[in-house]
């Protein structure tokens, strides 16, 4: 069959007068009134271009919509007519409908939602390990947590960094019977992880594996937990690694402005010791297997036990693998805590475009009731981002610092709070002394009701947060005996911070004072003349690597 071509303009030209005129009747509202039914209208465009559609792939096919004319070419301004009508047709549709007015989300008033998290069992085994154990079957993952009372605060003097190598080798360095490169290829053939650190006050470990593979797993745990080997090759890996560590601090002047604050906000306490490049090396793998037997023993851990496993279950495999192992009879002595000095300026030299400025005071524990007006300081004044006053005034009106803000960090014996800005040079005296004024003026003008309760409920919301998985909760509540604090901190935490009055965060600011202001800068040469012009007596610091 041949297919034959035609083309009669006249035809299509009437169609495109009509399609013209229809649109136009459409747009103005002045269909004819059999016709005005606009639902109806629309249908019956998007029928006419479904059909002509259909003419236009084909190329040949009569299009039924118009009465079987023959289409074969000036198919494009036809189409673009009856999506126009489509279009318009819509658009009458909408602004007939009654627009839906919704509420303003500041005003919606419900009642206040209660949350209680779900307790995890505790156990305290024959040996003296603690257990806390909070079931969840949602995934075949079974995730253990282990803090253990040791920290960098217990090293020898001339031996700084023993407990981190200490750490990092139980995880690499091998247990008894296996290399660490066997233990290795063990975890990864059972997809689990293991990971160990210790910061200043407390060492971390974690291991998570599959429920399958849980015997097996927990039998490497256990060997990794109480018969590390510290191979003399991995030891030697970890120093080379460390030591380079130590070689590029110079080279990040952030990281090596906080690891010096951190120094002076401890004085002269062991807390404050950091680690060198000497003090690396003189380290020794007996130093290691002395720190492990020292520090690692039922007694001084907790463990927290979550995920695919029952209460009696967990309770048997840790007795099964765990059971046996004593306790140490010696007990370290608990460095003492920081004194509360008298403030200063300190400044370390490097010859840098930018300055970061970190001021420091010593600040309340958790388990002080001062700890509550501390959380809503810290988001009001620079913890709280965007909306905080430091970064409000120093980064947005005034555009002296990308990075600047506030951190409370508090412990379990105490705390510490601060305030922190990165700057050009030019700028560095302005900075300081403008980041000072909003402490004095917090200190002379309450905070305005809308900013506290802001503050308060922002921090209300992101406590749920720390309860998102049950690994999370038991952990937390692990933590709360760990840093001594009452059973009922985590019930109570959500009223003790909606009790924080305006009068409680001035009287705050006016606790920390500029007298006992701990101030430290790191930049170049022409920064520390004009800090010496302008503010007086300065201590040079020099860094220790």
């Known amino acids: 069959m041949k297919l034959k071509f035609s083309y009669n303009p006249r035809p299509l030209r009437n169609l495109e007068i009509e399609s013209r005129k229809r649109a136009l009747e459409i747009f103005r509202g002045t269909l004819p009134p059999q016709r005005s039914a ?7 465009a998007k029928r006419e271009f479904r059909l002509c559609s259909e003419a236009r792939r084909s190329r040949v096919e009569k299009c039924p919509a118009r009465g079987g004319i023959t289409i074969f070419k000036g198919i494009n301004s036809l189409l673009i007519i009856i999506s126009l009508s489509l279009i318009l047709g819509s658009a009458g549709i909408a ?20 949350f209680e998290p779900p307790r995890a069992e505790r156990l305290r085994l024959e040996n003296g390990m603690l257990l806390y154990i909070l079931p969840d079957k949602e995934l075949p993952l079974v995730n253990i947590k282990v803090v253990v009372r040791t920290g960098s605060m217990y090293d020898p003097a001339g031996r700084e960094g023993v407990a981190e190598l200490t750490a990092d080798l139980m995880g690499t360095g091998g247990v008894a019977g296996m290399s660490g490169d066997a233990v290795d290829e ?54 080379d690694l460390k030591l380079e560590e130590l070689r590029r601090i110079m080279d990040d002047p952030q990281k090596l402005a906080f690891r010096e604050f951190g120094r002076l ?40 036990i979550s995920g695919d496993i029952d209460i009696p279950e967990a309770k048997t495999l840790v007795e099964r693998y765990l059971g046996g192992w004593n306790s140490s009879e010696r007990r370290p002595e608990t460095p003492p805590l920081p004194r509360q000095q008298d403030g ?37 004044i620079g913890g709280g981002g965007f909306r905080s006053r430091i970064f409000q005034e120093i980064r947005t009106n005034l555009g002296l610092a990308y990075s600047t803000g506030s951190f409370y960090k508090p412990k379990g014996d105490y705390g510490l709070f601060g305030a922190y800005a990165l700057t050009k040079s030019a700028s560095t005296v302005q900075v300081i002394s403008r980041i000072r004024e909003i402490f004095r003026e917090m200190g002379q003008k309450p905070v305005s009701p809308e900013e506290l309760e802001g503050a308060k409920r922002a921090i209300l919301n992101s406590f749920i947060f720390s309860f998102t998985s049950a690994e999370k909760i038991a952990f937390r509540q692990m933590m709360i005996e760990y840093e001594s604090l009452p059973d009922d901190y985590l019930l109570t935490y959500r009223s003790k911070i909606e009790s924080v009055t305006a009068a409680d965060i001035r009287d705050t600011v006016v606790r920390l004072g ?12 022409y920064v520390y003349r004009e800090i010496a012009a302008k503010f007086g007596k300065v201590f040079r610091v020099e860094a220790k690597f």
């Open 38 to 44: 606009r639902k109806d209208d629309c249908l019956s």
């Open 95 to 114: 602004s007939a409908a009654s627009p839906t007015t919704l509420p303003d989300p500041d005003h919606i008033r419900y009642k206040p939602l209660s």
């Open 514 to 525: 500029p007298k006992r202001e701990t101030l430290l800068i790191v930049g170049n040469d």
């Open 186 to 239: 063990t975890l990864e053939s059972m997809a689990a992880t293991f990971d160990a650190s210790v910061n200043r006050e407390s060492g971390n470990l974690s291991f998570s594996v599959l429920k399958k593979d849980l015997d097996l797993g927990f039998d490497l745990f256990s060997r990794i937990l109480t018969q590390p080997s510290f191979e003399e090759m991995k030891l030697t890996l970890a120093k």
């Open 265 to 304: 906000m401890h004085g002269g306490s062991p807390r404050g010791r950091v680690t060198t490049s000497a003090s690396i090396r003189s380290i020794q793998r007996d130093d290691l297997l002395g720190c492990h037997k020292l520090f690692y023993h039922p007694e001084n851990m907790m463990i927290a």
């Open 344 to 380: 200063g300026i300190y400044f370390l030299t490097k010859d840098v475009p930018q300055s970061i400025v970190i001021f420091g005071w010593l600040a309340p524990a958790k388990r002080d009731a001062q700890f509550y007006p501390f959380e809503v300081l810290d988001f009001i």
